[in-house]
C-alpha cells in the first residue's frame, strides 16, 4: 500500500509547478497586455479557424458563457471576428482578424522562446523522463474529473 503522504507531496509538487509556470506566463504575456485565456484563444482560434464557441470553450476548459465573454471584448478590440454558422443560423464561427494574426505572430515567436528559455534547465534524459510522467498524470487527471 502506497504511503498518503507520497500522495500528498506528489500533488504539492504538482500544484507548485503549476504556480510557477502560471506565474511565469502571466507576467510574460503580460509585456503584450494579454491574459493567459486571451493568449489561448488566440492560439486556439488560429489553429482551428472557424471554432465554434463550445469547442473553444472546452479546449480551454472554462463555461460557455466566460468563453463568450472574454471573446466579445477581444472582438471589441479587433482580435477576433465572428461568422454566423450557414449551417446553422444560432451558432458562430470564430476568426482571427488581420490584427489578431499580427498579435498572435508576435506573442507566440516570443512564447516559444520563453518556453525553450526555460526548459533549457533540463537534459533530454529529465525531459523524456518528466514527459513520460506528466503524460500519466494528465490522463489519470482528465479521466478523474468530477
Partial sequence: MVNVDLYRKLYGSIK?????IDNQEKAFLSKFDLTITRFYILTHV???PGINYIDLSELLLCSKGNTTRIVSAMQREGLLVRRINSEDRRSYHLYLTERGE?????VHSEY???????????????????????TQIEKVLESSQI
Fill in 112 to 134: 516559444l522562446r520563453h518556453i525553450n528559455s526555460l526548459m533549457s534547465h533540463f537534459n533530454e534524459d529529465n525531459l523524456n523522463t518528466y514527459a513520460k510522467i506528466s
Fill in 16 to 20: 507548485s509547478i503549476f504556480l510557477h
Fill in 46 to 48: 488560429n489553429n482551428n
Fill in 102 to 106: 499580427d498579435l498572435f505572430e508576435e
